[in-house]
């Protein structure tokens, strides 16, 4: 089933391009929203471990869900990883 999530730390295409290309193998077409705050990851979603790797596999890249409960240093380690993830993206894309 199709399920959308709304994430944080997802700014621009470079971000889009890593969610796209890092998913794509486990969960197939993914689409990013960008033009929605907090920016909206739609994909498919066959059952609650899937969602759990989901989850899982966006907070190694440094995007949490909006609905986590993060602490003031988990918020900052994450962003930090979210700017990796964006610039790898900016690079795949060229």
């Keep these: 089933m199709q399920k959308s999530f709304k994430m944080l730390n997802v700014k621009c295409g470079g971000c889009a391009n890593t969610i796209k290309e890092a998913l794509k193998d486990e969960f197939g077409e993914v689409d990013v929203d960008l033009t929605q705050e907090p920016r909206v990851v739609t994909l498919e979603i066959k ?5 759990l790797n989901f989850r899982k596999k966006m ?29 790898i993206g900016k690079i795949n894309t060229n």
């Design 47 to 51: 059952d609650k471990e899937a969602e």
């Design 59 to 87: 907070r190694s890249l440094g995007y949490p869900m909006e609905d986590e409960n993060l602490g003031t240093f988990a918020k900052s380690g994450l962003k930090a990883k979210s700017f990796i993830s964006c610039a």
